[in-house]
Each structure stands twice: as structure tokens, then as C-alpha cells.
């Protein structure tokens, strides 16, 4: 055992394994809910593994309520004060999570001692204590009379938020934002104003950090007339901070920080004190901050208005539209929602498209697929015009990407597009298109009209279903690759309620059929099943449909194995034969995962 | 930094926009694609150095040490400390290339002078020579250029001031080392937060830091009686958070090499708090993910503490076992590595307490599919001492690890490992033959008991699902009882089971 040596051994003998193993039993305890497993507690706050402590002490403060106020002082205080005054560094931290829960309930005589205990955790030895303390100092303030904040708390927070340790320092600062709730200004002002500036000069950048990460709390804290003058001119320093870190999380405040601040001269505020540092930031050196900047950067158009915005924001969104880190310009690009409603995308267009065009070619997929996500937004804004000569022809190159996941997405932006532009422009612009790929050399390619059409056809209506995409569909029934063959029985399973009944009898049917006796077992599969709902709908529509002729497709062969047949993330250049092979593309994974599970509920 | 946007006065025309570096965007293509491609430029590393720096004074060079008569030296010597304490911005590279290269070569001559030259350490200079080193190297470390540093596997990040930081941690060392050198003195300025700034340091990603870190702490820890409390203290801090809270710090691997030497040195019998180091930090260390990085040093230091003492040798063992890698295969090659060690120095009064349980963990890892885990655990048989041990304990250790071994020694699928586990049978069979016959025997009853439960094992299933099948058909067909039949047959064929 490994507090064995050690001179904690007393306490700990039933948790001396200082072991994660014994977070289970924290936790089993917790349910147990009894004063009786107050023992078992106590040792498991002593342990050294910080899992295992810390649900200790969460315990401990549940059962803490389950007491009367006699028995609290008769047992849990004790407790308290023997976890207080261990000897190893683990259960003075515990400690420190339990001295906020017994506070309110004890007398005076006891909360003084209370009070005493903390005061000297506050200036414990070892950093691990002092971290504790000062990440309960907040909590512990709050439960405290106002007169003893005043008296002790803050003295407490001075001094941890000058340790010589900037990580028990940074901690102060989250206590920071507890302590200010409960003072008037003129306290603030007087006692913890003067720490706070010092944080936020702080020599340490993690304690900086930390600062301009609370930021909009403290703001709320401290209230609006601190924040014009102390915390404004702190905020500056912050954005032009040393330390990328510091400026990054900064300008991840600007927004907020605007917002919050008080309406009445709002404006001269942000133009005049904010406005010249976000301009240094939109050039800064590290690509993190302009990122930061970037995603909240647009917000600030609808607080400062048209004007404003057409003077001063726009020539910033333009720059960070061209800045050459791809996650700059699209996570404008994300907000783009929030400029139009003040000034209308068009402002944008000129710069936009570039940046679009490069971000629709950029080498990360998930870039791309970000920027197919804001297409329909884009086309609405920038209207039918516009979309046809510049963005129409990035529409259709994403479908032949080479990852499934962003020929998807462009399959259904194809969709939205159509629901936007209408029919017509459909037939005349896209249909003819996606059509023309149905005779790639590529399989994968050839399979991608047959998705398109999955998508489409619902909203570009039966007649152009019917006249333009199911000849196509019907023809490459006839594929050598059996992939296309089922997604072809698959497609006209799905467009099949969108045809009359004569369509579906006379050319649907057949093809089916035919398919139905494919050599190929997938193939066979997805026919039948497709079959099986199109005699459904045939029925429906009171068509005399022969019983016999319709096989119950999925649950009729009961050893049916479904081979997983995947459009691969491969370009589909080799040979057919490889198509067989699994790939890793996960939402192929997932869609076979849905076949087999289908599969097997009809069994 | 002046910005390069242009002054807002041109807000309706975003055509123009007047950005100066970017051609103007009336082509798609009106710009490099190749910048995009590219790989993500590396960030300029930073320092927190720069940012105090006040108002850059010009720097002249001065007269050179040598040239000065002896009346003038320590004038001139505080000159040159004084000029050595301004800072320079190295992240960018070309400024004030003049400033640097005087403090350049100021610090160079300093190290020379305070190297070579006896009488220069007066007591006045001291506040100055101190001074001078902190301002130097005491500073916030950056942030990790990367948030998951793997120190295996990532290139470090290099101080850029390293030019003339290395200079003075040179003159540092130059300087505790010098025969002048008064503790007593020093001592007023090199104290507990002095100690404390430099621990921090330790957590520098640059390797050559650390390495000098390391060399002037130990001197520190040699020169300064009075700290050397304090500094182990501070160490255990930095341990107990780099293992329960962080997992993060750069300088494990150096501070335990100092520690080693200073275990080295402890008078015995071992004090609590040093035996308390060992249980509580060093023990636990061996949990950390990153061990691979420091655990050398860690063996070093433990071993050293069972040289001290063998009576904290169960404590040990015992700890190991403890915190024994379950799913990292590479650990476990490393614990198995330390407890080589470890029995190296085992005295056989305390292997009789731990052989059990450890050799019940060497049969396990011998049992590992991971073949290097097995092969190093079969290398304990090839150490004379432990094969000593373990002949003359043979009749536990022998029990605890035969039927592993030799269950191992048919189903293992490296041949290297089933080579390995013969020869371990063989010194087995020749170290005591009548034991080992009868473990064999014993061995095989086993198996066969085994075998014979599994098979009525089978035969209760089979009866039950025969059953199962008669009541189906009794329930189609007539209304017997076939159940009434059967149960007891059942209830035999599970009693023997």
C-alpha cells in the first residue's frame, strides 16, 4: 500500500491505494446517501488520485445538506476541520470544496473557526492547496456576510492573486468575477480594482489569458462605469497583448464586450476605443487571432449599423475575406447572415467570390463542405444572376469530387438551389447537366446523377421526372458495374411515387424486373425491395396488380447476406472489379450499417 | 504597428478597396492559389521576453576588461553587467543588430573574465551579477506552439534569444563554479524565490536550457545548504502537479537526474520525508503517460533509494505492481526493464516477501501477445543473480509461473518466445527435476480435470436442448409428459459438473 510510509496513513487506510480504480466506490457511496458512509468518504478525499477526490468531496457536499444543523456541527464539521488540518497536501484539498456547504448553517462560534481554516488553506505551503482555495475562494465568498468579505475575503484574494505562482494567480481571477457581485462600486473600486488591473498586466501570459477568457463576466461584474474606465483600456492592452493566446482570446470578447456595454454613447465607445485595435488585428501576425476575430468580427454590424459598418466594418471583412489562412475567410463567410441584415450581401459580392472560389477548391474537405453548407444562403443573397456566371459552375465541379461526404452535400445544395430558383431554372441550368454525367467513364460519377435525381425529382415535379430523368435512369440500367445497377433500382424505388401509373407499368415495372433477375445478389436485393413498394403504390392507385407477381422482396430469402457495396472514396478510375473493396469513408460505413440493420429487423 | 487598411473613405466601392499586398479581385483567378496549398507556416515563435522592455537604450561598446587598470575593473565590470541586463527582440531578426552584438560580445568577455580571472568576484558585484542573470532568463515560458507537445515526437521549440541566453547561463555556471565564489555572500540574492524562478524554467521546450538548468541547479543545490530543503520541496510540488493535475512539464527527465545524484548523498538512515518521496512521488511517476521520456532517470533514483535501503524494496515492488501498465505494451517492456534493476539489487531476505506477486506479473507478461513484452520478461532468466534467487526459492516461484509458461510454451505464436520459454524449462528442469515432475503432473491433472468439466459442460447443454426439443414435440403431439423423464438425468449430469 502506498501510504504505507507516509505519516497519512491513518485516514487513508481505506483509500491508500490512491487509485482511479476506487472512483466506482465514490460514486456507489454517493447513491448510498447515509451519514454512515461519512468514514468511507473521508479517506477517499485523502487519496491522490484527483477523480477519486473529487467525487469524494462532491459527495460530501450532498450529504452535508442532508443534515440538521446539529448534526452538521456535531459530525460534518469535525470533518471538515480534520480534512483541513491533514497532513498530506490531498485532503487540505478536499477541504476546500466542503468549507462553502457547512458555512451557512453553523453558528458564529463555529463559523469563525470556519473562516480561520480557509484563511490559512488561502496560505498553505503547497501550491496544490493554495490552487484549491483559490478556485473555491468565489463559492466560499458568496456564503459569506458582506462585512466578512470585506474583512477577509478580499485581504485572501489579494494576496492569491499576487502568489508567486502564476497558476494559483489565474485562479484569483475566476474568483474575481464571484467577489465583484457582491460589493458596491465604491468597494470595488477601492479593493479589488487594484488587483484586477494588476492581472491584467500580469507577467505571466496564462494569467492575462485568463482574463480576457472571464471577460464578459467581469464586465457584468464590475458593472458599466468600471468597465468604461478600467476595463476598456485593459481590454486594449489585451488585443495587443504579446502573446498570441492573450490576443486570441481577446478578440473572441469583442463582440460580447460591445454588446454588453451601456447604449447610451455605445457607439462613440466602439468607434473611438475598440474599433483602431480590431483594425491591428485583422493584420495580425498569427493566424489564430485573426480566426478569433474572424467569427465574431461580423456581430458587430448590427450594433453599430449601416452606416458604421459600410464605412468602417466593410473594408475589415473584405481584407479578411482575402487573408490567406482558409479558416479566416470562411468563418466570415459562417456569418455572413449577420452583415446582410444590415447591409445586404451584395456590398460583399465583389470580394466574396474570390474568396468562395478559393475556399470551394480548398485541399481540406471539411473547408469545402463548410462553403457548400452556405451556397443556398449565398444564391438567395446574391440572386439567380449572378449565381448562374459565377457560382454555377463550383456547384456542379463538387459533384465530382472526390470525397463522397462533399459530392453528397453537393447533391443536396443541388436540392435547396432548385427549391430557391424554381423548376424552370432547374430544367434549363442543372438537369441537362447532371444528366450529361450519367455517360462518365466513372462510375462513381454515373451514380452521382443517379443521387441528384434521388434529390431532385421530388421538387422539380412529375413532368420533368418523368420526360428528362427517367429515361436516363431506365438506360443505365443496363451498367456493367452492379453498384449503378442497385442504386438504379434504389433511385426508381424512390422516385416511383412522384410518376403516373403509366409510367410505372409500362417502363418502370419492367426494368425491375429485369433487374430483379440480375445475376448480381445486391442487385437482385434492391430490385425486389423496389419492386415490392412500387406494386404497392400501383395498388394503391386501384392498378389490378397479380398477387403472385409480387415476391415479398427482403424477408423472402432468409439467407440473404447483404454484401455491403460501397461508392468508394476512390477516384473509381480502376477496374470494376475492385469495387467490391471497403473503404473508410464513414458515411458509407453508416449507410451500410443501415442496410444490414434494415436487413435483419425484416428477418 | 501601423495597419495597412486604408482610411475608411471609400465605403461604397468594394471593388477598390485599396488593400495594397492583394491584386484587385476583377478575375476569379486574380490571385496565387498556391498560397493556400502550402503547408501551415509555422508560428513565429514567441517569447515573453520582449514585452518589458522599456525604452531601448543605445548600446556602445565599452572598453575591454583587460585594458583597464585594476582600480577601474569593477567599475567597468558593473558597466558591462548593467549593459548585458537590456533585452533584445530576436523574433525579429534584423533589429537592432549593432545593440545585440555589443551585449554579445559584453557577455562574452564577462564569461571569459569571470572564468579565468581570480579577484574579480568582490562582494559589491554580486547584487549586480544576479540582477543581471534574472533579468535574462526569468520569464514567463511562451505557450506550447503545440497544445499536444509529444517530446518524442514533435520538434521542440527553440528559444530565439538562445544567442545570447546561452551566454549567460554560461557565465552563470562560470560564475557559481569560480573558486571566489562565497556561498555566504551570494546567498542574499540566490534565495528562495530566486530557487523557485528557476525551477519554473525547467519547463522550457529547449532541450540546451534545460541541460544548463540542470547543470546550475545542481551546483546551486551543492553550494547553498540552506536551499537545498526548499529545492526538494518545490521538486515534489512540480511532480505531484505533473502527475495528478497537468500531466505537462519539459524538465521531469533533468530534475530527476539531479534528484538522483542527491539521493545519492543522503545520510542514513533515510529520513520520513525522504522515504515519503519515494512513495508518494516517485511511485506514482511511473503512472504518467509520458514516462518513456524520464524513466531512465526515475529507475536511476529508485534504485538508488533500495541501495540506500533494502527495507523499502516491498514498498517498491509492491508499488510497481501496483501501477502496472495494463494496455501500453511499450510501458510494460520499461517496468520490466526497472525491476531488472531492481532484483539486480535485491537483497534475498526481501525477494522472499515480493516473489509471489512479482513473479505471478513476470508470468503474465511472459503470457503477453506482444512479443517484445514476453521476450523481456524471459531475459530475467538469463541474469545469474536472479536465476540464483530463484533456484534458491524454486518452490514458490516455480509453482506461481510453471502453468503460464507452459501453456505458453504450445500457443505462443512467435517462435523467438517459444524458443525462449524452452530454455527457461529446461533450467527449470535441471535446477530441481523432482519438482519440476511433479508440476508437470499436476500441470496435466489439471488440464484433463479441466477438459473433463468443459466436455460435461457440453453434454448438460446437449441434454437441455434435447429436451427443449421433446417438449415441442410433446406440446404438437399428445399430451405426455416427456419432461417428468428427463429432469432427473439433468439433475445428475449437473451435480457431477
Not at chain 1, 485595435?277 to 450594433?303: C, F, P, R, W
Not at chain 1, 459600410?310 to 475575406?321: R, S
Not at chain 2, 532517470?297 to 527495507?311: G, H, I, N, P, S
Request: charged share 25%.
Amino acid at each position: 500500500m502506498a501510504g504505507a510510509a507516509g505519516p497519512g496513513a491513518g485516514p487513508a487506510a481505506a483509500g491508500g491505494d490512491g487509485d482511479d480504480s476506487l472512483y466506482p466506490i465514490a460514486v456507489l457511496i454517493d447513491e448510498l446517501r447515509n451519514e454512515d458512509v461519512q468514514p468511507p468518504l473521508e479517506s477517499l478525499a485523502t487519496v491522490e488520485e484527483t477523480v477519486v477526490r473529487d467525487k469524494a468531496v462532491e459527495s460530501l457536499r450532498q450529504i452535508s445538506q442532508e443534515h440538521t444543523p446539529i448534526a452538521l456541527e456535531a459530525h460534518f464539521v469535525p470533518l471538515v476541520k480534520r480534512l483541513a488540518s491533514g497532513d498530506w497536501f490531498t485532503s487540505r484539498t478536499s477541504a476546500c470544496g466542503l468549507f462553502s456547504v457547512c458555512y451557512p448553517r453553523a453558528s458564529n462560534a463555529v463559523k469563525a473557526e470556519i473562516r480561520q481554516h480557509f484563511r490559512s488553506l488561502c496560505s498553505d505551503d503547497t501550491p496544490m492547496v493554495r490552487r484549491a482555495a483559490a478556485s473555491k475562494l468565489g463559492e466560499f465568498a458568496k456564503v459569506l456576510e458582506l462585512a466578512s468579505v470585506k474583512s477577509e475575503i478580499v485581504p485572501l484574494f489579494t494576496n492569491l492573486a499576487s502568489d508567486e505562482q502564476d497558476s494559483v494567480r489565474l485562479l484569483a481571477v475566476e474568483a474575481c468575477v464571484s467577489i465583484a457581485q457582491l460589493l458596491s462600486q465604491d468597494d470595488l473600486e477601492a479593493l479589488v480594482m487594484p488587483t484586477l488591473r494588476q492581472a491584467a498586466e500580469d507577467k505571466s501570459w496564462r494569467v492575462r489569458y485568463m482574463v480576457a477568457d472571464k471577460f464578459s463576466e467581469l464586465q457584468k461584474a464590475v458593472g458599466p462605469k468600471i468597465t468604461l474606465n478600467d476595463l476598456i483600456p485593459a481590454f486594449q492592452n489585451l488585443l495587443k497583448d504579446c502573446e498570441a493566446e492573450v490576443r486570441a482570446a481577446a478578440a473572441h470578447k469583442v463582440k460580447e464586450l460591445c454588446e454588453n456595454l451601456p447604449i447610451e454613447g455605445r457607439e462613440t465607445t466602439i468607434m473611438n476605443q475598440i474599433l483602431p485595435y480590431i483594425k491591428e488585428l485583422v493584420s495580425d501576425t498569427n493566424q489564430h487571432v485573426k480566426s478569433a476575430l474572424a467569427s465574431v468580427i461580423m456581430g458587430l454590424s448590427t450594433i453599430l449599423g449601416k452606416e458604421n459598418t459600410i464605412e468602417h466594418l466593410l473594408p475589415l471583412f473584405l481584407a479578411q475575406l482575402k487573408d490567406e489562412c482558409p479558416e479566416v475567410r470562411l468563418n466570415i463567410i459562417s456569418n455572413l447572415d449577420c452583415v446582410n441584415e444590415v447591409i445586404g450581401i451584395r456590398q460583399l459580392s465583389q470580394s466574396l467570390l474570390p474568396a468562395i472560389v478559393e475556399l470551394a477548391e480548398d485541399a481540406k474537405w471539411r473547408v469545402r463542405l463548410a462553403i457548400i453548407e452556405y451556397m443556398p444562403l449565398l444564391a438567395s443573397q446574391l440572386g439567380v444572376e449572378f449565381f448562374d456566371e459565377k457560382l454555377n459552375s463550383l456547384c456542379m465541379a463538387w459533384l465530382v469530387d472526390h470525397v463522397y461526404a462533399i459530392r453528397e452535400a453537393a447533391t443536396n445544395n443541388l436540392m435547396k438551389l432548385v427549391q430557391k430558383f424554381g423548376t424552370e431554372w432547374a430544367q434549363n441550368t442543372i438537369v441537362p447537366k447532371v444528366l450529361v454525367m450519367a455517360n462518365d467513364p466513372n462510375y462513381l460519377h454515373r451514380m452521382t446523377t443517379l443521387f441528384c435525381i434521388n434529390a431532385l425529382s421530388e421538387t422539380c415535379g412529375q413532368e420533368i421526372t418523368t420526360k428528362q430523368m427517367l429515361p436516363i435512369v431506365l438506360k443505365m440500367a443496363g451498367d456493367q458495374v452492379a453498384n449503378v445497377r442497385f442504386n438504379v433500382a434504389k433511385s426508381l424505388q424512390k422516385i416511383g411515387p412522384i410518376l403516373d401509373t403509366n409510367a410505372l407499368q409500362g417502363e418502370v415495372k419492367p426494368v425491375l424486373q429485369k433487374l430483379g433477375q440480375d445475376e448480381d445478389m445486391d442487385v437482385k436485393y434492391f430490385a425486389q425491395e423496389a419492386i415490392s413498394v412500387v406494386a404497392q403504390r400501383l395498388r394503391k392507385l386501384d392498378f389490378p396488380v397479380k398477387d403472385s407477381e409480387v415476391p415479398r422482396a427482403p424477408g423472402a430469402e432468409k439467407n440473404h447476406f447483404l454484401r455491403p457495396r460501397v461508392p468508394g472514396e476512390d477516384t473509381g478510375k480502376g477496374p470494376t472489379y475492385r469495387l467490391h473493396v471497403n473503404t473508410r469513408d464513414t458515411l458509407v460505413q453508416l449507410e451500410i450499417a443501415e442496410l444490414v440493420h434494415f436487413s435483419q429487423s425484416r428477418d | 504597428m501601423e495597419t495597412k487598411l486604408p482610411p475608411a473613405s471609400t465605403p461604397t466601392s468594394p471593388s477598390s478597396p485599396g488593400l495594397s499586398p492583394v491584386p484587385p479581385p476583377d478575375k476569379v483567378d486574380g490571385f496565387s492559389r498556391r498560397s493556400l496549398r502550402r503547408a501551415r507556416p509555422r508560428r513565429s515563435h514567441s517569447s515573453s521576453q520582449f514585452r518589458y522592455q522599456s525604452n531601448q537604450q543605445e548600446l556602445t561598446p565599452l572598453p575591454l576588461l583587460k585594458d583597464v587598470p585594476a582600480s577601474e575593473l569593477h567599475e567597468l565590470l558593473s558597466r558591462k553587467l548593467a549593459q548585458c541586463g537590456v533585452m533584445f527582440d530576436f523574433l525579429d531578426c534584423v533589429a537592432d543588430l549593432k545593440g545585440k552584438e555589443v551585449k554579445r560580445a559584453a557577455l562574452n568577455e564577462l564569461v571569459e573574465c569571470v572564468g579565468s580571472t581570480r579577484g574579480v568576484l568582490i562582494e559589491p558585484v554580486y547584487p549586480d551579477i544576479i540582477r543581471m542573470i534574472s533579468v535574462n532568463i526569468f520569464r514567463t515560458l511562451p505557450p506550447s506552439e503545440n497544445p499536444e507537445f509529444d517530446p518524442e515526437e514533435d520538434e521542440p521549440n527553440l528559444e530565439p534569444s538562445w544567442p545570447h541566453l546561452q551566454l549567460v547561463y554560461e557565465f552563470f555556471l562560470r560564475f557559481l563554479e569560480s573558486p571566489d565564489f562565497q556561498p555566504s555572500v551570494a546567498k542574499r540574492y540566490v534565495d528562495q524565490k530566486f530557487v523557485l524562478m528557476l525551477l519554473e524554467l525547467f519547463d522550457s521546450e529547449d532541450p540546451r536550457e534545460r541541460e544548463y538548468l540542470k547543470t546550475i541547479l545542481h551546483r546551486v543545490y551543492g553550494k547553498f545548504l540552506g536551499l537545498r530543503a526548499y529545492i526538494r520541496k518545490q521538486c515534489n510540488h512540480i511532480f505531484l502537479r505533473f502527475i495528478y493535475e497537468l500531466e505537462h512539464f519539459n524538465g521531469v527527465a533533468e530534475l530527476l537526474e539531479i534528484l538522483g545524484s542527491i539521493i545519492n548523498g543522503f545520510a542514513l538512515p533515510l529520513k520520513t520525508e525522504h522515504k515519503q518521496f519515494l512513495v508518494r512521488v516517485l511511485i506514482p511517476l511511473h503512472s504518467v503517460k509520458s514516462l518513456s521520456v524520464f524513466h531512465a532517470q526515475l529507475a536511476y533514483c529508485v534504485v538508488q533509494f533500495l541501495e540506500k535501503d533494502a527495507t523499502l524494496t516491498e514498498h517498491v515492488i509492491r508499488g510497481l505492481l501496483k501501477y502496472w501498465p495494463k494496455t501500453c505494451t511499450q510501458k510494460e517492456v520499461m517496468f520490466l526493464g526497472e525491476m531488472e534493476e531492481i532484483l539486480d539489487v535485491i537483497e534475498p531476505s526481501q525477494f522472499v516477501k515480493i516473489q509471489e506477486p512479482l513473479f505471478k506479473q513476470v508470468a503474465r507478461c511472459v503470457s503477453s501477445p506482444h512479443f517484445q513484452v514476453a521476450e523481456r520478461a524471459l531475459y530475467f532468466w538469463n541474469n545469474e543473480y536472479i536465476l540464483s534467487l530463484i533456484e534458491d526459492n524454486c518452490h514458490t516461484v516455480l509453482p506461481a509461473v510453471f502453468g503460464t509458461l507452459y501453456q505458453v510454451s504450445k500457443e505462443h505464436w512467435n517462435q523467438t518466445i517459444v524458443s525462449l520459454i524452452y530454455n527457461v524449462l529446461k533450467t527449470f528442469m535441471e535446477m530441481n527435476g523432482k519438482l519440476f515432475d511433479e508440476l508437470t503432473a499436476s500441470y496435466k491433472l489439471e488440464k484433463q480435470q479441466e477438459q473433463q468439466k468443459a466436455q460435461e459442460r457440453q453434454e448438460l447443454w446437449q441434454g437441455l436442448e434435447e429436451l427443449r426439443l421433446r417438449r415441442l414435440q410433446g406440446a404438437q403431439g399428445a399430451r405426455e409428459t416427456p419432461l417428468q423423464r428427463l429432469t432427473p438425468q439433468v439433475a445428475t449430469s449437473g451435480g457431477q459438473s
